[in-house]
Every structure is written in C-alpha cells, then in structure tokens.
C-alpha cells in the first residue's frame, strides 16, 4: 500500500504523524512524509530516512488584508504543487494530520480520488480538518466530545499517536510503584516554549508553600527566556527543583511526578494519560478556537484532571490548591486510576488500521 502522510506545521502534528508513519512502514507499506520544510519540522525529520514532499504552505491569516491574501495565494499554489506531485506517484491512501499544510495534499487528493483520513487530536477540529470531514474516508479523532462539531462525518475515536521515543522510554522504565516518591514531586510544563505566566506564579506559590512546612520538590520547564530567572527564585526560597529550559526525553519527568501543572495542548493530554498523571490545566487563553479549554474539560469532566483559567491563576489561589491537594492523597489517586482509565489513548495503532481500511483497493 502506497501511504502519504501530510503532517507539517507543528510538533503536535508532526509527532503523532510521524509516530503513524512509522507503524505503517513496520507493517510492510510504502510511506511518503508530506512536510512543509519549516525549522519546527527539523528534528523530527532528523528521525525519518523515507522519501519527503515539501508543501510550500503558510498558516491561515484571520481578517482581510494584504497578508492573508498572500496567504490564499500560497494555498492555491499549495494545490496545484501537491497535485502535480500526487498525479506523477498517486498514493492509496493519504493520512492527513490537520493544520494549514494538510489543506493542499487534501484537495489534490481530493481532486484525484484518492481516500482521505483526517486526523484531529483536539476536541474542537481545525479549520482544515472542518474543511474537509465531510469528503473524507474517515476522520480519526483523539476526543469522543469531537464528535459534536462534525456532523456528517465519518468519525472514529482512536486516541493520539504518542512519540515513539516516548513509549520505548516508558517500557524502559521500572513500575511506579517500585519508584521512589518521596518528597512529593510537582512537574511543570507551559510547552516547548515555556508559559511566563505560568513560571511566574509557580515560583511565588511554591515559595509560599516551602514556608508553610509541605515536604515536596518540583520538575520546572520553563522555556528558554524564563529558565535563569526561574532558577534563581527556587534557590532564594529554598525549594527542591530541577529547572530546566526544554527537553525531548519527558519519559522519566513523567514517570516520576504525582502531579502536573501544565497547558492543555493534546499532545500533553495524551503523554500524561499514558503515564497516569493526573494535572492541574491551565489552558493557553490564546489557543485558536480556545481548544485547548475544550480538551481540558473534557478530561476535568472524566475525573482525571482539574482546570484553572490563567486569569484565575494567583500565587495565593494555587498555593492553597497545591496545599489542599497535599494533605489529601486520597483524591489524588482517584485522579491518577481515572487518568489511566479515562484518560486520552495511544492511537498509533489504531490510526494505522483505520488508514488500512480506507486504502483505495487496486
């Protein structure tokens, strides 16, 4: 089976696409990356040795203006180049991962025949999978809640395909339960780039709790503009932390924590659902679509997780939920069995199987 995987743009699109590229080719098939050769895609496509196509596309652009012209424009173009690829080597089947760089490989997919699966990690589908629900084979989604904001499509809930190196790492790593937990271990997360909100409220509230006498240390990400400062503040206040700017290798970050505090992206509700962590969201309040609220509370409504918006964020207010959520262990393991149970799942292989069934037949 021939397979194109249109999965450019961001690493919450690039990770899961390339994690089910590569279940394909284990499973014998022909796959082909369609990226849009952006610096984000770099170190992922480091990873892949198959052959690539690159989709010269640009993000969508909100209002009427000389930039969002360009950016019709550059779409346009986006078609007509990934017809002329596709029609030269025309694939069974196309795996389309959302965002402005699925929209070309879809209309000449489309425009060919050839049958589409979307993929949509968040609750609230993107401009380019809405776009195109209701022409595909399938739409594969990582929420049940999707299913109410595409009518007529032909949705399937198989979970988010995990980062390979994740999962290896996971199986590498001892049962929790033989892990040592002591002190309590807090890890904080705003994304690749770091959340400075975030970062500034977490070093005041913990300052305050390390006063209050609660035994505990924290795992910091900071993002790369914050990480000094961040660092200096636990040191001044005496608290237990591992500061750090960014990592790839999250395996062991989340293995040991008993608690996240973290954005809501889907990647992130998935990683910590397969390691059981519950979370405390404090969804980005800039997200299109604000999706990623949407994906918090449909998990703050499973019992894996509680939700914060960033307005309500204060040192004072977190300082008493993390104090509340200390002297009550009880709750926090309902958290982490409901997050194993209830949690966003591993679709790797289920996206594959999907892709399977909706090849175009010889």
Known sequence: MKTAVACGGTGGHV???LATARELLRRGHDVTLWLTGR???QS????WDGPVVE??????????????????WKLVQAVWHCRRAMSKDRPDVLLAMGSYASVGPCAAAWSLGVPIVLHEANVIPGRAVRLFARSAAAVAAGFEETRYHLHGAKLSVVGIP????????????????????SPFRLLIAGGSMGAHRLNEVATEALARLRKSGLEFSVSHLTG??????????????????EV??????????YHAADLAICRAGAST??????????????PYPRAAMDHQTANARALEKRGTADVVDEAALTPEWLEAYLAQTLRKPERLARLREAAHKEGVKDGTAALAELVERCARKP
């Open 15 to 17: 990770f899961p696409g």
């Open 39 to 41: 610096d984000e895609e």
């Open 44 to 47: 992922a496509r480091k990873d």
């Open 55 to 72: 989709v010269p596309a640009r993000g969508f652009q909100s209002g009427i203006s000389f930039q969002s012209l360009q950016t019709v």
């Open 162 to 181: 995990l980062r390979e190196e994740l999962t290896e790492a996971a199986r590498a790593l001892p049962p929790r339960e033989s892990a040592v937990h």
């Open 224 to 241: 790369r503009d914050d990480e000094s400062a961040v660092r200096a503040a636990y040191q001044a206040a005496g608290v237990q932390a």
């Open 244 to 253: 750090i700017a960014f990592t790839k290798y999250m395996a062991p970050l």
């Open 269 to 282: 509700c998935a990683e910590l659902a397969y390691f059981g962590v519950p979370a405390l969201f404090v």
